[in-house]
C-alpha cells in the first residue's frame, strides 16, 4: 500500500510562509537562508510557489520525481515546481479551467529555466501518440530559438531573456497539446547597437560566427574573429559554461524541428550577418557650399556586401544615410544628415531590422505550433517576463519594465484576493475585509490617459516645436509635483530642493518594491523609436524575401504620413491585452529569486535577498495570506493526519469526517476562536495552533513508535522461541529416528549374517548327498557299461576281427569328408569372389577342383538370374566391349565404370529437338554430341549423332537440321587409335549412294559405347555384314575423292589434357594424345 506524505513531515524550516512564526522580514529570510542550505530552493506561500536558483543541477527534476508528483494534491508533498504545473494541469484538464503560470523575478533568478520545467512536465505527464509527441516536441524546441534570438549574456545571467514572453498552450478535452501561441514583449534592442561593459550582444551573432561552416560564413560575407565588427562587444565574447558553437548546431536543429524551411534558415541569417555588417558602416564629413556637413560613408565594402546579402541597390541606400526627405500634405522636403544624425540613422535600422526579425520569428513559429482543430480550446498560458529592475543608471527600458511589473503587481493582489473571498464563500466562512497596499494609484501615475507619464511622454513626442528630454521632464515637474508618489528636483516642493540624492535631469517613483530614480535622457527619442521613412523605402526596394514583410510601411504606394505608434503606446496597449487574458484565467505565481550577484553555488546573500523579498511583496503577500485564517485543510486530510491525539478517533472513526475533527479539537481543548468548520474544510487561524498540534503528533507517534516496538519486539521474540521449539522437536524426531535406522540396521545385518551360515550349512549338506548319490547312479551306470561291453565282447568277438579295419577306415573317411564340406560353408556367393578353401588331404583333388568350377558355375548362374532384361543388355554390351578393346585401346579402362546410357541429350524430352525426334521412324538407340573433324584445318564442328537400328544420323546442334543419314548396310568399317582419345573414323562402302561426301572422321566422349553398339547391330543383324573395327594408330579416311592419312602421336597439346587434331598437309591430319 502507497503510505503518502504531507508538507509537514520531515520539514526543513517552514514549507509554507503562510505558517511561519513570528512573520516578519527578518524571519522570512531567515527561513529561506535555512531550507537552501539544505538543497529545498522551493517553499509555499499558500498557492505561490518562491524559487531560489541554486546555480547548480540538482536531481530533483528525474523522470521518477515526475511520477511522484503526479496526480498529487498540492500540499502532499514536499514544496516542487512539479507540484504547481501538476495541480495547474489537472484544473484544466479535470475542471475546464483555463490556467496561466506567472514566473516573475529579476535577471539570473531563474524565470526561463522555471518556464522550461513548467512546459517538460505538462509535456511528460500528458498524452502520448505520434501527432502529440509531434506538438510537444515542436513547442519545446521553440524555446532554444527564441533564447539564441532573444536571450543575452548580462552582468547578472549569462543567459538572460531580454523580452517578454507569454506562450498559450491549447489542449483537447483529453488534456493532450494541440498547438500554442507565443506572444512578445519589449524586446530590448538597443543591445543591437550597445551593451554595457562586462555583458554581450544577443547569443545568435556569437553562435553563427562560431558554429558555423566555412562554406556557410563565406555565403554571409563573415569571418570569424568577432573583433572584427563593431557591434559584439569583445570584453564578454567568450562566456564560461557557453559553447556557442553547439548551441548553434541546436538552434539549427529546432529550428528544422519547429517547421521552418531551410530556405527561410538561410534567408533568417543572412538578415542577422546584415546586421553585422551594419554596424561596421562609418560616416565622414563632407562640406557644402552652404556651409553645412553633409555624410558619407567612409569604407564602402561593408556597405556592399550589406546591399549583395539583402538584395538592395548600393546607391540606394548610400543616399538614405546621408539625405532625409520630409513629407507634410502635399510638400516634400530632402535635407542633408550630418554624421550624427548618419550614425543615428544606422543604429536605428539595426534596431528595428533585428526587433522586426523577431517579431517575424515569433509568427512564423506561432504559424507551425498553432492549433489546426477549430473547436474550443483549454488554454494554459505561460508568462515569462522580467522582474522589476533597479539599476544604478535606470532608463526608458526600466520605466517600461518596472510598469510592468507594477501591473502584474496590481493584478496578484486582485487575483489572490479573489481566490482566498471565493474560498471562504465556498466554505461559507464570514469574510473580512483586509487591508493592503494597493498599488493601482502607481499604476494610475503611469498609464492614467490624461495626466499619466506615458501620455504626457507622448504628448511631448508629437508636439511641433523643440522637443527634449528637459522640457518633458519640466511638464511632469508641472503636472505630477503634488503626486505622492512622484519626486523631483525640479517640481518646486521644498521637500526635495536639499535632497542631493535626487539629481535634477531625473525623477524618482515610489514603486510597491521600493523607489527607483529615472534618468529622462534619451526618454523622447526611445519612445519615438523613429526609423527615417528613406531608409524603409530603401528596404521595401530589396529582393530579399523577407524585406518587404518586415517593412510594410516603405511601399511608395501606400506612403502613410500619420505618425507610427510611438513605443510607450504600444506597451501600453500589449500590457493592456495582456492583463485582460491574465483574468479570464486561474493564476498560478512562481516568484523566482537570485541568492547571490557571483553565480556561484551554495552562496546566500542576504541584503540581495531581502532587496528581492521587498520589490516582490511576498511578507505583504503572506499577510495577505493570513489575514483571516493561515491553514486550512480538507476533514478527511485532517482527521486522517492528528486521530491518533483522540482515543475516540483512534486508530478508526466510524462516522462522517468533520463529526470526527469536531470530537478530535474538543478533545484536543484548542479554543474555538482558533479555527472554524467550513463545508468541506477545518480553517485554522494561527499557526501556533497548528504547530502544537505538530508537536502532540510528534510526541503521539514516538509513543506509537514505542509501542509498535515494543509489540514487534514481543512478536519476534515468540516467533523466534517458537521456532526455536520447533527447531528442537525436529531436531530431537530427527535423531532418535537415525539411531532407530542404526539400531535396525545393526540388527537386521547380524540377522542376514546367521541366516546365511544357516543356509550354507543347509546348503553343504545337501550338495554332500547330492554328490553322494551322483557318484553311486555313475558307478551303477560305469558298473552296468562294463558289464554289456563285456557281454557284447563276448557274444561278438568271433565277427570283431574279421570287420573291425574296415569300418573303422569307413568311419574315418566320412568324418574326414563331413568336416570338408562343413568348411566349405564359408565361401561367398559374389561372383567377383576369387577365394576357395585349400584342399585338407591329397587324394581330395580332383574332387576339390570339380566342386569349385561347380560352385561358381552355380552361383555365376544364380547371379545372372537376378538380372532384368535391360540390366543384362547392359552387360552384354560391356562384354562386347570387352572382347573389342580390352588390351587393345588405352580408353577402355576408363569405361569398364561408366554405364551405358543410350540417350545423353533426353531426345524424347527435351523440347528443343522435338521435330528432331519426331523425323526418327525408329527408336533411338544412342543419342550423342560428336565433333565432326573438317579436313580443312583439323577443327571440330558440334553434330548431334543418333542411331538407330537400320542408320545412324548426323545433325545440326543448335537447329536440329539432319546433315547426314547414312544406313548402317553401308558401312564398311570403324576405324579407333590405340591411344586414350575419343577419334573415330567411319568408312562407308565403296559404290554405297552415302559414299559420295566420303567417310566421317568424328570425336566423342563416349567412343566405347558407339563403336559397341554399331558393332553389336551388325553382329546381330542377319542381312547385312559384320562391321570390322580397326584399331591402330594410323589409318586412312575418304574425304570425297581423297584420301587422308590420320596419324596419332603422343604429346602435350596445347589446349590442355584432351588430344587435338592439326593438319600437317593435304594428305595428312595428325591427332597429338596426352602421355599416360
Not at 523580452?163 to 530590448?188: Q, T
Not at 525623477?507 to 523607489?515: P, V
Request: charged share 25%; with cysteine; glycine share 4%.
Amino acid at each position: 500500500m502507497e503510505v503518502k506524505t504531507s508538507l509537514l513531515d520531515n520539514m526543513i524550516g517552514v514549507g509554507d510562509m503562510v505558517l511561519l512564526e513570528p512573520l516578519n522580514e527578518d524571519s522570512f529570510i531567515m527561513n529561506l537562508r535555512n531550507r537552501f542550505d539544505h538543497n529545498e530552493i522551493y517553499t509555499y506561500i499558500g498557492s505561490v510557489v518562491i524559487s531560489m536558483n541554486p546555480y547548480r543541477s540538482l536531481p530533483i527534476y528525474t523522470p521518477q520525481k515526475v511520477e511522484e508528483y503526479r496526480n498529487r494534491n498540492f500540499y502532499e508533498l514536499s514544496p516542487h515546481i512539479y507540484a504547481l504545473a501538476d495541480e495547474a494541469y489537472r484544473s484544466l484538464r479535470d475542471q475546464d479551467k483555463d490556467q496561466c503560470i506567472l514566473i516573475t523575478g529579476e535577471s539570473g533568478a531563474g524565470k526561463t529555466e522555471a518556464s522550461k520545467l513548467v512546459m517538460s512536465y505538462v509535456a511528460a505527464v500528458c498524452g502520448k501518440g505520434q501527432e502529440v509527441n509531434k506538438v510537444k516536441e515542436q513547442l519545446l524546441q521553440s524555446n532554444p530559438v527564441l533564447e539564441a534570438f532573444g536571450n543575452a549574456k548580462t552582468m547578472r545571467n549569462d543567459n538572460s531573456s531580454r523580452f517578454g514572453k507569454y506562450m498559450d498552450i491549447e489542449f483537447d478535452f483529453k488534456g493532450d497539446p494541440l498547438g500554442g501561441v507565443i506572444s512578445n514583449y519589449l524586446l530590448e534592442k538597443s543591445r543591437v547597437c550597445k551593451q554595457p561593459r562586462g555583458e554581450r550582444n544577443f547569443h545568435i551573432f556569437y553562435q553563427l560566427l562560431s558554429g558555423a561552416s566555412d562554406d556557410t560564413l563565406m555565403k554571409l560575407k563573415l569571418d570569424r574573429d568577432f573583433s572584427k565588427y563593431n557591434y559584439l562587444s569583445l570584453d564578454s565574447a567568450n562566456v564560461n559554461g557557453l559553447d556557442d558553437a553547439a548551441s548553434f548546431r541546436t538552434v539549427r536543429n529546432a529550428m528544422q524541428i519547429v517547421g521552418f524551411m531551410e530556405a527561410e534558415v538561410q534567408s533568417v541569417l543572412e538578415l542577422v550577418a546584415a546586421v553585422l555588417k551594419l554596424g561596421n558602416i562609418e560616416f565622414k564629413p563632407e562640406s557644402r557650399v552652404n556651409g553645412f556637413d553633409e555624410s558619407r560613408v567612409k569604407d564602402k565594402n561593408d556597405l556592399k556586401e550589406m546591399c549583395e546579402l539583402l538584395g538592395i541597390e548600393q546607391s540606394v541606400l548610400e543616399r538614405a544615410f546621408s539625405y532625409r526627405t520630409v513629407e507634410a500634405k502635399m510638400e516634400k522636403m530632402s535635407t542633408t544628415l550630418n554624421v550624427a544624425q548618419a550614425y543615428y540613422a544606422r543604429d536605428a535600422l539595426a534596431k528595428n531590422l533585428y526587433s522586426r526579425l523577431f517579431s517575424w520569428l515569433v509568427t512564423r513559429i506561432n504559424e507551425s505550433i498553432k492549433a489546426q482543430a477549430k473547436t474550443r480550446h483549454k488554454v494554459m498560458g505561460v508568462l515569462d517576463i522580467y522582474g522589476f529592475e533597479i539599476f544604478e543608471d535606470n532608463s526608458f527600458e526600466q520605466f517600461i519594465i518596472n510598469y510592468c511589473n507594477e501591473k502584474l503587481q496590481q493584478i496578484f493582489i486582485e487575483l489572490t484576493l479573489r481566490e482566498e473571498q471565493e474560498e471562504y464563500i465556498r466554505e461559507d466562512i464570514e469574510w473580512t475585509n483586509i487591508e493592503y497596499f494597493n498599488n493601482a494609484v502607481i499604476c494610475d501615475l503611469i498609464e492614467n490617459n490624461q495626466n499619466g507619464i506615458l501620455a504626457m511622454l507622448d504628448e511631448e513626442c508629437l508636439r511641433p516645436g523643440t522637443v527634449t528630454d528637459d522640457t518633458f521632464l519640466d511638464k511632469l515637474n508641472t503636472i505630477c509635483a503634488e503626486h505622492q508618489h512622484f519626486e523631483s528636483r525640479l517640481n518646486k516642493n521644498s521637500k526635495f530642493l536639499t535632497d542631493h540624492s535626487l539629481p535634477h535631469s531625473c525623477f524618482r517613483i515610489q514603486h510597491y518594491a521600493g523607489k527607483v530614480l529615472y534618468r529622462v535622457e534619451g526618454f523622447v527619442d526611445k519612445n519615438n523609436d523613429l526609423l527615417y521613412r528613406d531608409l524603409s523605402q530603401a528596404m521595401y526596394k530589396a529582393t530579399h524575401s523577407l524585406m518587404r514583410q518586415l517593412f510594410p510601411e516603405g511601399n511608395p504606394a501606400k506612403v502613410n504620413l500619420k505618425r507610427p505608434p510611438t513605443a510607450g503606446f504600444q506597451f501600453k496597449a500589449s500590457v493592456g491585452v495582456l492583463m485582460k487574458n491574465l483574468q479570464t484565467k486561474n493564476p498560478n505565481y512562481i516568484r523566482c529569486i537570485k541568492p547571490n550577484d557571483k553565480k556561484v553555488a551554495h552562496i546566500f546573500t542576504d541584503s540581495l535577498v531581502c532587496h528581492q523579498v521587498r520589490y516582490l511583496g511576498l511578507v505583504e503577500n503572506v499577510r495577505v495570506r493570513r489575514a483571516g485564517y493561515a491553514f486550512r485543510q480538507p476533514y478527511e486530510s485532517c482527521l486522517e493526519r492528528y486521530k491518533m491525539l483522540c482515543k475516540k478517533t483512534w486508530p478508526h472513526w466510524r462516522g462522517p469526517a468533520r463529526d470526527g475533527v469536531e470530537v478530535l479539537l474538543t478533545d484536543c481543548s484548542v479554543p474555538t476562536e482558533e479555527f472554524a468548520y467550513g463545508r468541506s474544510k477545518i480553517f485554522i487561524r494561527n499557526p501556533r495552533t497548528l504547530f502544537t498540534l505538530e508537536e502532540r503528533r510528534r510526541a503521539c507517534l514516538e509513543d506509537l513508535a514505542t509501542l509498535i516496538q515494543k509489540i514487534y519486539r514481543g512478536w519476534k521474540s515468540r516467533t523466534h522461541f517458537l521456532l526455536l521449539k520447533k527447531s528442537q522437536v525436529v531436531v530431537a524426531a530427527w535423531y532418535r529416528r537415525y539411531a532407530q535406522q542404526n539400531k535396525y540396521q545393526k540388527i537386521k545385518s547380524a540377522t542376514l549374517v546367521m541366516q546365511s551360515f544357516i543356509r550354507g550349512w543347509k546348503a553343504r549338506n545337501i550338495l554332500r548327498q547330492l554328490k553322494y548319490e551322483k557318484r553311486c547312479k555313475e558307478a551303477v551306470t560305469t558298473i552296468a557299461a562294463y558289464w554289456h561291453g563285456t557281454q557284447v565282447r563276448r557274444e561278438y568277438r568271433k565277427f570283431f576281427r574279421a570287420n573291425a579295419g574296415k569300418k573303422i577306415y569307413d568311419f574315418t573317411i566320412q568324418r574326414i569328408m563331413q568336416k570338408y564340406f562343413l568348411g566349405l560353408k564359408t565361401t561367398t556367393m559374389s561372383p567377383m569372389d576369387n577365394s576357395w578353401p585349400a584342399k585338407p588331404y591329397g587324394f581330395l583333388e580332383g574332387a576339390h577342383t570339380q566342386l569349385r568350377r561347380i560352385f561358381h558355375l552355380w552361383r555365376c548362374k544364380k547371379y545372372r538370374g537376378q538380372f532384368t532384361e535391360e540390366k543384362k543388355a547392359v552387360y552384354e554390351e560391356k562384354l562386347e566391349a570387352s572382347e573389342i578393346f580390352k588390351d587393345k585401346k588405352a580408353l577402355y579402362p576408363s569405361s569398364v565404370s561408366q554405364p551405358f546410357k543410350g540417350d545423353y541429350l533426353e531426345i524424347q524430352k527435351n523440347p528443343k529437338y522435338q521435330k528432331l525426334n519426331s523425323a526418327m521412324e525408329e527408336k533411338v538407340l544412342l543419342a550423342d554430341l560428336v565433333n565432326k573433324i573438317n579436313r580443312a584445318n583439323g577443327k571440330g564442328s558440334p553434330r548431334l549423332f543418333l542411331l538407330t537400328k537400320s542408320n545412324f544420323v548426323l545433325a545440326d546442334q543448335k537447329t536440329g537440321q539432319v546433315k547426314a543419314s547414312v544406313p548402317l548396310p553401308d558401312l564398311a568399317s570403324v576405324s579407333v587409335s590405340t591411344q586414350s582419345d575419343g577419334f573415330f573414323a567411319l568408312k562407308l562402302k565403296e559404290g554405297s549412294a552415302s559414299a559420295s561426301k566420303g567417310d566421317f572422321l568424328l570425336s566423342s566422349e563416349h567412343l566405347i559405347e558407339i563403336i559397341t553398339k554399331l558393332h553389336r547391330i551388325g553382329t546381330t543383324a542377319a542381312d547385312r555384314d559384320q562391321i570390322n573395327i580397326d584399331i591402330s594408330d594410323e589409318f586412312l579416311v575418304q574425304f570425297k575423292q581423297d584420301k587422308v592419312c590420320v596419324k596419332f602421336i603422343q604429346g602435350g597439346p596445347k589446349n590442355g589434357n584432351s588430344a587435338a587434331c592439326k593438319r600437317k598437309n593435304n594428305r595428312l591430319l595428325e591427332v597429338s594424345v596426352p602421355s599416360p
